[in-house]
């Protein structure tokens, strides 16, 4: 009883107006505004409420100490029901967390959403996956082992650096993402979420033909690695479909043979080693 | 004025005749005055020459003596650190060290009265004071009382260091200013109050920091403006308060024109009132912050020579005005002087100057006596001395070195009587440095590199860089020195991190960093925690990968890792990490050892009962949620749980020392657990974040909660509290980041604004001060960024 009386419970008041940080969460602007002279016990029902923004009652979020099994727990919800400036990529996670391997239905345009600003989604997606198969083959890809970046007949050149150098493997692999990641994030080149700009879109090519190397080498100098990282993500196969159907990657380009068998003629052209420097 | 008359005489004899001779003497007439003046001008131009380098080898002493304050606040923290843990050390768990803790939240509870209970005291009773603290805080833990004493004595002089640090530019010029102004003004409020029968602390303080952040010119020359407009002035718009930029700006405007203005140049005294101050905190270094702020005290008086001049019957108008160069007839004499001793004709004070100056004094003996409440027979003796040591200077060509002398001859006899101001500058400034606080935070610097959520940012402890995890897997870093340097740069600029850290195989949920073992830690929901080796400041973003760089991995947890923290003591040989995890426990790690590194580990119920609760399997046992070790005690920690418990342990033991009530809205979900517990840096209160929008504050003696407030309109994801312990930021999943006036009984919110855009029902998600730059914030949110706050 000692502490009931010393707790004071009043709602702070805040010196802006709340209707700037709760743009996105109206309901829950004027659940705490009626609410200021209210009592303990009127406090916590609202406390419980302000939590179920969404349908299920609880906030979908990782609570820190979430058990590994509870992580993302909360049901599919559709696009449209997302309010966020991110509903997009919301929707593109819990996609490839439902199943990571239906890949068609990931990469289908969701009705309604601008093409490009889907593939954005993707491409940042794609960049976000690839550090973990960096992570993979860090321990075996190094300086001694791959002093170049090659996949198959092909070396590059990194072309991140002022002059397109001569970066050892694992050096290109994470220069290429790191810039990728840098390209993508760049408020000049993608100012907004919603829509790309028109003179941006020619940078999917370049990212796409840049990101598909490091799948490239993967498969051709770590096929293990590789093999098994696919295996539980299927990154690549989304990468590519998602390439071919947006025509982010000639077909001549595509040096990695088919995983499917269906079709093995791709990339068998290109036979002679190049130096690709900067041709983005 | 004699380059007039010789110019006259020459004239007559031309104009009577045009005979060669008399061309001819005309001539060389002229040809000699001509150079006689280039003669004069060359050794004008030598003697301002060496004015400008006696200016700036000042300048650089300077600098020198702020590198030494520096180095004796690190002397300072040092020691205090080693008590603390002297303490730690020396103290049982049992033993009677309680009443001493119990006896801190007084001075945490820092009502009105208590501080001017505590500010009236200091003043009357100085030197009482001085001689009962001095001893104390060399033999701490004497008895509860002392050791009480001691450590508010301590924290006080952190937080002077603090606003040193925070303030000291490049030159004195512009460090000196605000102080002297703010005790005045505080000084002038004081009065103001009690005239007016008391008002509350606010109104005490807010005027006081707007005076000592250096108002913009017109607000100075506003100098009949009565006290009280002011103070409501300065209530109404705390976003004036503490601007040091503008007080930089402004000094680095006067050095300039120091330098291009020599006649104007002025008061050289001040600078050698610190050096003077200087010796005599060499002779008692243990009252070091008082003679800092006499120094500064005493500089009005040669200011106010002039600057009242303006307005000489308005004793606020001095108070007010903070210039911090001003042309000074004292310094002209100087500077005339020598110029006679390099051969020059002496131009002598003229008359109506030596009137001016005697109405001057006679106010400035109003204004000092005023402000000091000494007797004027004292007065006059202080200015005849003052008067004696201007003759010296300007009429008998004596040395600098002489004048140095009596000016600290001078000054040791004012550090008599400032001392109590000083003293009163010590306690208001919890107040005032408080109210320092409300100045505007504004986004400076947004970081755009992550890929998904940034869970945990951390500062670099003494360089502007900070580190970034991300629910992407990686971790950056990144050299703020230039993006914060340079306002242009970083307004359109896009800064690149210097590393990015890889390693996990599923998103990062914290990271720490230890400057002194160089060394960045990572924590992730991959059940790891990687340790790896900082990179130095002036990698280049696509340098080569050094594998060199990946140090250890610490695993052991079974299941995701959700925070971690370091021991805020190490030892070369020793560095703890903390760490909990969704498996239920609570691990320490050394991260030094060379053998294995897991210290520690212990459950819900702590090591004692691990065991026993083991075999029920902890699995379903409460998850810890956050920790956060004491810095008011370095054997304990405390752990806050799932059920919304937060729970005390002895970090060598694991034992469970005590359950904190916290858990009074805890409803059987999550929906009510705890995602964040902080500790207070220099108070035994503990602050929780609720993820039912609560933050509860907590003694951590006794367990209690001392104060609860619905704080956001969502969940409370992260806080943190400035380094001088008087404002906790907080941030929520609604977006917003709140800071919070701790210091005041209110708690009232002293800014909100919008950090993220939420993404995934999450909004900010980390927040964190820099712990030894005050000016600089930083918060992580959903929508990927890192944003860097200025203060302004």
Redesign the interface.
């Known amino acids: 009883m000692l502490m009931e009386a010393q707790v004071q419970e009043t709602l702070k008041h805040v010196p802006t107006s709340p209707t700037t940080t709760a743009t996105t969460q109206s309901d829950l602007t004027t659940d705490s505004t009626g609410e200021e002279k209210s009592t303990p016990s009127d406090n916590k029902a609202a406390s419980v409420s302000s939590g179920t923004s969404s349908a299920t009652g609880r906030p979908q979020r990782n609570l820190p100490g979430t058990k590994d099994e509870c992580l993302y727990q909360w049901p599919q919800r559709p696009l449209e029901s997302i309010e966020s400036a991110f509903a997009l990529r919301e929707y593109l996670q819990s996609l490839i967390r439902q199943d990571p391997h239906n890949v068609d239905l990931i990469i289908s345009l969701p009705s309604g959403q601008d093409e490009h600003a889907w593939l954005y989604e993707h491409l940042c997606q794609i960049c976000l996956e690839l550090n973990y198969l960096i992570v993979h083959l860090e321990p075996e890809c190094t300086p001694e082992v791959c002093p170049e970046m090659r996949a198959e007949e092909w070396m590059y050149y990194c072309a991140t650096h002022p002059t397109p150098r001569e970066c050892c493997a694992i050096d290109y692999l994470t220069h290429t993402l790191d810039g990728a990641s840098a390209l993508l994030n760049n408020v000049k080149f993608f100012p907004s979420r919603i829509c790309v700009p028109e003179g941006s879109v020619k940078n999917f090519q370049s990212i796409a033909r840049r990101l598909y190397r490091i799948f490239a080498h993967a498969y051709f100098h770590h096929r293990d690695i590789f093999d098994a990282f696919e295996a539980e993500t299927s990154l690549y196969d989304r990468f590519l479909k998602l390439s071919r159907s947006r025509k982010l990657i000639t077909d001549k380009l595509i040096i990695i043979p088919s995983l499917n068998n269906d079709d093995d003629s791709t990339g068998a052209g290109a036979r002679q080693i190049m130096s690709r420097s900067r041709e983005d | 004025m004699h380059q007039f008359q010789s110019f006259a005489p020459p004239q007559p004899p031309t104009a009577a005749e045009y005979a060669f001779p008399s061309v001819l003497q005309f001539l060389q007439s002229e040809w000699r005055r001509f150079e006689r003046d280039r003669n004069e001008w060359d050794i004008e131009k030598s003697e301002m020459k060496a004015r400008i380098a006696f200016l700036e080898g000042e300048k650089r002493g300077v600098d020198n003596s702020k590198i030494d304050l520096m180095k004796r606040v690190k002397m300072l923290e040092f020691a205090l650190r080693q008590e603390r843990s002297k303490y730690v050390e020396a103290k049982d768990d049992n033993s009677a060290a309680v009443p001493a803790q119990g006896q801190l939240p007084l001075a945490q509870g820092v009502t009105p009265s208590h501080v001017n209970m505590k500010t009236q005291n200091r003043m009357s009773t100085y030197g009482q004071n001085m001689t009962q603290v001095s001893p104390t805080s060399a033999t701490p833990g004497l008895d509860p009382l002392g050791r009480a004493k001691s450590r508010e004595f301590l924290r006080i002089c952190l937080q002077e260091i603090s606003y040193l640090t925070a303030s000291v530019p490049q030159s004195i010029a512009s460090a000196m200013p605000p102080a002297p102004t703010r005790l005045v003004r505080n000084e002038s409020d004081r009065r103001a109050a009690a005239a007016t029968g008391g008002r509350n602390r606010k109104s005490d303080y807010y005027p006081a920091t707007q005076s000592s952040s250096a108002p913009p010119p017109p607000l100075n020359r506003a100098s009949s403006v009565p006290v009280s407009t002011l103070q409501s002035f300065g209530k109404g718009k705390p976003a004036m308060n503490s601007s040091s930029p503008p007080i930089e700006d402004k000094a680095e405007d006067a050095t300039l024109r120091q330098f291009a203005v020599p006649h104007h140049a002025a008061q050289p005294i001040p600078n050698r009132t610190t050096k003077g101050s200087e010796e005599s905190t060499r002779t008692e270094p243990i009252v070091k912050p008082a003679p800092l702020i006499t120094t500064n005290i005493t500089k009005p008086p040669t200011e106010k020579m002039d600057s009242e001049k303006d307005s000489s019957d308005d004793t606020d108008s001095v108070d007010e005005d903070p210039v911090t160069v001003v042309h000074s007839p004292l310094s002209g004499d100087d500077w005339h002087a020598k110029l006679q001793r390099a051969g020059q004709q002496l131009a002598l004070q003229d008359k109506p100057k030596k009137s001016k100056k005697a109405e001057d004094d006679v106010q400035l003996a109003k204004d000092v006596q005023d402000k000091f409440n000494i007797s004027p027979e004292r007065l006059n003796k202080m200015v005849k001395e003052w008067d004696k040591t201007k003759l010296d200077g300007g009429g008998c060509q004596k040395s600098m070195r002489k004048k140095k002398a009596k000016d600290s001859a001078l000054l040791d006899e004012l550090a008599n009587l400032t001392v109590n101001e000083a003293e009163t500058d010590m306690g208001t400034r919890t107040g005032d440095a408080a109210t320092d606080e409300p100045a505007r935070w504004r986004p400076k610097v947004t970081l755009?590199?992550?890929?998904?959520t940034v869970r945990s940012i951390a500062f670099h402890p003494t360089k502007k860089a900070i580190l970034s995890g991300s629910e992407?897997?990686?971790m950056k870093f990144w050299n703020l020195e230039t993006a914060l340097g340079d306002s242009r740069k970083a307004a359109g600029g896009?800064l690149?991190p210097i590393h990015?850290y890889?390693?996990?195989?599923k998103g990062i949920?914290a990271v720490a960093l230890s400057a002194d073992q160089n060394k960045c830690f990572s924590a992730s929901?991959d059940?790891t925690i990687r340790a790896y080796g900082l990179v130095p400041m002036n990698k280049e973003?696509?340098a080569?990968?050094d594998?060199s760089l990946n140090l250890s991995t610490f695993v052991g947890h079974t299941?995701?890792v959700?925070?971690i923290r370091l021991f805020p003591l190490s030892i070369s040989s020793s560095q703890l990490l903390g760490s909990?995890s969704?498996?239920g426990t609570v691990k320490i790690w050394d991260t030094e050892t060379k053998g294995s590194p897991l210290k520690s580990s212990w459950s819900y119920h702590g090591s004692d009962v691990s065991s026993a609760t083991a075999s029920t399997g902890p699995?379903q046992g409460p998850?810890?949620?956050?920790l956060a070790f004491c810095p008011t005690d370095l054997k304990k920690m405390v752990v806050s749980?799932?059920n919304s418990v937060i729970k005390l342990f002895d970090i060598e033991t694991g034992k469970d020392i005590l359950t904190f009530?916290s858990n009074?809205?805890y409803?059987g979900?999550?929906?009510?657990?705890i995602?964040?517990v902080i500790c207070h840096p220099t108070l035994p209160v503990v602050v929780s974040g609720h993820?039912?929008?609560?933050i509860r504050f907590f003694d951590l003696t006794s367990g209690?909660?001392?104060?609860?407030?619905?704080?956001h309109?969502?969940?409370v994801s992260s806080l943190d509290i400035d380094p001088a312990g008087l404002v906790l930021c907080s941030g929520g999943?609604?977006?917003?980041v709140?800071l919070?006036d701790i210091a005041s009984t209110q708690?009232?919110?002293?800014?909100?604004?919008?950090g993220h855009?939420?993404?995934?029902?999450?909004g900010v998600c980390a927040v964190q001060y820099h712990s030894t730059m005050p000016e600089l914030l930083a918060t992580g949110g959903?929508?990927?960024l890192v944003k860097i706050y200025t203060r302004s």
Not at chain 2, 691 to 694: I, V
Not at chain 2, 704 to 711: D, P
Not at chain 2, 733 to 736: F, G, R
Not at chain 2, 747 to 754: A, H, I, P, S
């Open positions: 755009r590199r992550h890929m998904d992407d897997g990686t896009e690149d990015t890889r390693g996990h195989t949920t929901l059940r973003t696509y080569r990968l594998p299941d995701a959700w925070d909990i969704a498996d699995k998850v810890p949620t956050g749980y799932s009530k009074e809205t409803d979900t999550t929906g009510t657990q995602n964040k993820e039912d929008r609560y209690v909660c001392s104060y609860s407030m619905l704080t309109l969502d969940a999943h609604d977006a917003s709140r919070w708690r009232t919110c002293l800014q909100e604004f919008t855009r939420r993404k995934g029902n999450e959903a929508d990927s």
